[in-house]
């Protein structure tokens, strides 16, 4: 059973930074594509940035810029590393695993971390 940890959200002032950390425990790691995703207030789930098995990074249109996703195989983790946050950023941040994340849409697998609350201060 593939186990999903999500840590390092938090409460920061508009213009602040954090870095959000995954942790999956399974040992094909290294073979999955990772990304992350969130849930505003009253929103629904979106796509932020994913991160294929050789690298490439896909980010959507309202974090590019300001938001870097990478992995580090070796420990299992993916982070979100995310500087000039804003108050639209303040949204629920889950860690999926093992899905389809680029193209016209994306396919999120049923492997998914429990969530990290990020509320950005105007």
């Known amino acids: 059973q593939v186990q999903v940890v999500e840590s390092g959200g938090g409460l920061v002032q508009a213009g602040g930074s954090l870095r959000l950390s995954c942790v999956v425990s399974?040992?094909?790691?290294?073979?999955?594509?990772m990304a992350w995703y969130r849930r505003p207030p009253g929103k629904q789930r979106e796509l932020v940035a994913a991160?294929?098995?050789?690298?490439?990074?896909n980010y959507a249109d309202s974090v590019k810029g300001r938001f870097t996703i990478s992995r580090d195989n070796s420990k299992k983790t993916v982070y979100l590393q995310m500087n000039s946050l804003k108050p639209e950023d303040t949204a629920v941040y889950y860690c999926?695993?093992?899905?389809?994340?680029?193209?016209?849409?994306?396919?999120?697998?049923?492997?998914w971390g429990q969530g990290t609350q990020v509320t950005v201060s105007s």
């Open positions: 991160i294929s098995t050789d690298g490439a990074t």
């Open positions: 399974t040992s094909l790691f290294r073979i999955m594509p």
């Open positions: 999926n695993t093992g899905g389809r994340y680029s193209g016209t849409r994306d396919y999120p697998s049923e492997y």
